[in-house]
């Protein structure tokens, strides 16, 4: 009995000792915040964690703080069987042949079963990962993979294929924003029996500039109240600027649904447009550090590689897509360099928008209606010897220069010009190409010079909001 006591005794000093992010770890289910798509009501790995049944290993793979060492620790407490845990920074072979031996003697004698995480097992090399396959396989041990790298990439296919593969996401502000004020109400192991009042704007903060890293929140949280002294009512006042202080980041007034989130996405965008690299740097790095979704800003980069730089060089489209896709490979932090490669490409790229002629062509057809196809133009693989669809076609790759002039609108509006090609960058090599071929087709049809409708910039601005 003594003994239980000083153990006793021990594990609460430890527990006092321990820091807050350990202390306020979920120790059930219902406790555990987020990942409702892998823990949520009825689904899958929450049937098998409540029913102590798991009979398959799994692979927990997620950025950091998302709940992997979490979600195994809650099956640790829910399961009968023997857990086991390894961290693969530390553990070397040696333990892997020691929790394997324990696991099959135990196994043999009290038919119990060993669960064995191994947290960061992408730190294990081929060989350690393969002295836990033959144990996996035979089901001595049901193994808890966690890791924060790609397992396709870092765990042995063989491992992969044995176990059940959950990836966890990361937190939303709403979460981490929880997870904070249940530490301040806690009594037993948060803050809920001192006398803390924390600003809702000091929280949101710190729930912010975490990017959903829970333990990163709870830690720049205990900073905070642990380095404020209280004041004359006894208070601990948790402030934005001892938030700010705590996480080792100033605010930036960005409210991503107000006027600071519109105003500088337009301000990026306009100096893109305006050539202005420093500026479209500054405007890109406001939003970043203010926590914007980056494929947000990706997404307005494409739209602007199409609508303000165009032909004047195609490989605007290609640069920032191609920075889309590595971005979706690489994530953040790495994922800023490519956005910036896209961000200076279109920059400094030579400017047109004549991708906007397209509203030239919509114009005539709201004006006038469509017109019909000519016939030379039509599928002649159907009608064409009834009707003559097809007829009188002349196919451009029959002539050296592969073109033909020949009329491609309908029969009303043959001759009308909707592209006007600019004299900038590679489009004024485009324009020369077209000026000769729009030539040779007027003389062909007859016309002595080519019309277009001109729409005003209010009537392009009306039709692109339409859109």
Same mark, same amino acid.
């Given at each position: 009995m003594p003994d239980d006591l000083f153990a006793h005794a021990e594990a609460e000093q430890t527990n006092q000792t321990q820091p807050l992010a350990a202390r306020m770890r979920p120790r059930t289910l219902d406790e555990f915040i987020g990942q409702e798509d892998i823990v949520g009501p009825g689904k899958l790995l929450r049937r098998a964690i409540e029913s102590d049944r798991l009979f398959s290993s799994l692979i927990l793979w997620g950025p950091p703080g998302t709940g992997k060492t979490t979600l195994a620790r809650i099956i640790a407490n829910r399961t009968q069987s023997h857990f086991e845990t390894l961290n693969a920074v530390m553990a070397g072979i040696a333990d892997i042949r020691r929790v394997t031996a324990d696991a099959r003697e135990r196994k043999r004698l009290y038919r119990q079963r060993t669960i064995l995480l191994v947290d960061e097992i992408h730190r294990f090399n081929k060989s350690q990962q393969d002295g836990l396959l033959p144990h996996v396989e035979d089901g001595t041990i049901i193994l808890i993979g966690a890791t924060t790298e790609n397992p396709f990439f870092e765990v042995n296919s063989a491992l992969i294929s044995r176990s059940r593969l959950f990836q966890l996401t990361q937190l939303n502000d709403i979460h981490v924003l929880a997870l904070m004020r249940r530490a301040l109400v806690d009594v037993e192991r948060g803050y809920g029996g001192r006398n803390v009042v924390a600003d809702e704007a000091a929280l949101a903060h710190i729930a912010h500039i975490c990017s959903g890293d829970a333990r990163n929140a709870l830690n720049a949280l205990e900073l905070g109240v642990e380095s404020t002294p209280p004041d004359a009512e006894g208070?601990? +006042?948790?402030?934005?600027?001892?938030? /700010?202080?705590?996480?080792q980041r100033r605010a930036v007034l960005y409210d991503k649904e107000g006027d600071a989130h519109y105003d500088t996405i337009s301000a990026f965008i306009k100096s893109v447009r305006g050539s202005d690299p420093d500026a479209a740097l500054y405007w890109l790095a406001k939003m970043l550090y203010a926590g914007e979704d980056p494929r947000f800003v990706l997404r307005r980069l494409i739209i602007l590689s199409g609508e303000d730089i165009g032909l004047a060089d195609p490989m605007g489209l290609v640069v920032v897509a191609a920075a889309s896709h590595a971005f979706d490979i690489i994530g953040m932090p790495e994922g800023i360099f490519p956005i910036v490669e896209a961000t200076l490409f279109l920059a400094t790229a030579p400017k047109s928008n004549s991708t906007n002629h397209y509203f030239r062509a919509r114009a005539q057809i709201e004006k006038e209606g469509a017109g019909e196809?000519?016939?030379?133009?039509?599928?002649?693989?159907?009608?064409?010897?009834?009707?003559? +669809?097809?007829?009188? &076609?002349? &196919?451009? +790759?029959?002539?050296?220069? +592969?073109?033909?002039? /020949?009329? &491609?609108?309908?029969? /009303?509006?043959?001759g009308m010009s909707f592209y006007a090609p600019s004299s900038v960058g590679y489009e004024a090599v485009v324009g020369e190409r077209m000026s000769r071929w729009r030539a040779a087709q007027l003389a062909a049809l007859g016309i002595s010079e080519r019309q277009g409708p001109l729409l005003t910039q209010d009537q392009v601005d009306r039709m692109k909001r339409e859109r």
């Open positions: 208070n601990i +006042h948790l402030t934005m600027a001892v938030a /700010q202080d705590s996480i196809v000519p016939d030379h133009l039509k599928d002649a693989s159907r009608d064409g010897e009834r009707l003559g +669809h097809g007829k009188g &076609y002349l &196919y451009p +790759h029959d002539n050296p220069d +592969h073109f033909a002039a /020949q009329n &491609y609108l309908p029969r /009303q509006i043959a």
